[in-house]
């Protein structure tokens, strides 16, 4: 399997312009996140899915930010409008079951820097 | 906020000597994951402990969990500049959905 793949690695885009992600998940695996990470605030949860549905979407920092999963092989998180506090490395994960006893399987990310 | 937040923030040492990297969490949980992140790259999982375990061996790794600290510790043994990058502990509250979540990691340079 190719793990999970995430695409654009890198993003560069100006303020007030609309920026999606994109993530496919490893095949089989029943939930996907949706991470952001920053120097100043480490690793945060922003949503996850299980079985193509979100289940918790308290992370996302506002309404500016949506997450979609049309399928169990693709998900996309979109930011509109950009601003560039959200210059951040955004990763998807996936794992095949949600008891902790399953791991995480992270994409490479996708830096974004909104200028 | 983060349940798991990992000490020191920073550590550095010469190849060959041994690391120790700790977290600390907040609520009950049913087990800890240690994750790598190399420089520019994904996360990786090293290793899991459950909440009955006191200690856990993976080749050069060496993980202890103190509930009632409600803390773990990461040592990596003999340790090589291949093994500079952060380390992260993951966790999840018992008696629920595990929703893994982070601290913000240690940052680990092993000089050769």
């Known amino acids: 399997d190719a793990g999970v793949i995430q695409s654009p690695r890198h993003e560069v885009t100006e303020m007030g312009q609309e920026v999606t992600l994109r993530c496919k998940p490893i095949?089989?695996?029943?939930?996907l996140f949706w991470y952001r990470q920053t120097m100043m605030r480490g690793l945060e949860l922003l949503i996850y899915?299980?079985?193509?549905?979100?289940?918790?979407d308290s992370g996302m920092p506002e309404d500016r930010f949506s997450a979609k999963m049309p399928n169990a092989s693709f998900s996309t998180l979109k930011i509109q409008p950009s601003e560039p506090r959200d210059s951040a490395v955004y990763f998807c994960?996936?794992?095949?079951?949600?008891?902790?006893?399953?791991?995480?399987?992270f994409g490479e990310g996708s830096r974004l820097t909104v200028l | 906020s983060q349940q798991g937040e990992e000490d020191p923030q920073a550590l550095s040492i010469q190849e060959g000597e041994n690391a120790t990297m700790n977290c600390s969490y907040k609520?009950?949980?049913?087990?800890l994951q240690w994750y790598r992140q190399n420089s520019g790259r994904g996360l990786v999982h090293l290793i899991l402990?459950?909440?009955?375990?006191r200690e856990k061996h993976s080749g050069r790794l060496r993980v202890t969990l103190d509930t009632s600290k409600k803390s773990s510790s990461l040592l990596i043994t003999a340790s090589r500049a291949a093994d500079t990058a952060s380390y992260f502990c993951?966790?999840?509250?018992?008696?629920?959905?595990?929703?893994?979540?982070f601290g913000r990691g240690t940052s680990l340079i092993v000089h050769p």
């Open positions: 095949s089989g695996h029943d939930y």
């Open positions: 899915f299980n079985n193509n549905v979100p289940i918790d």
């Open positions: 402990i459950r909440s009955n375990e």
């Open positions: 993951a966790t999840g509250k018992a008696g629920g959905s595990y929703i893994p979540t």
């Open positions: 609520t009950s949980i049913n087990n």
């Open positions: 994960a996936s794992s095949i079951v949600l008891s902790g006893t399953g791991e995480l399987f």
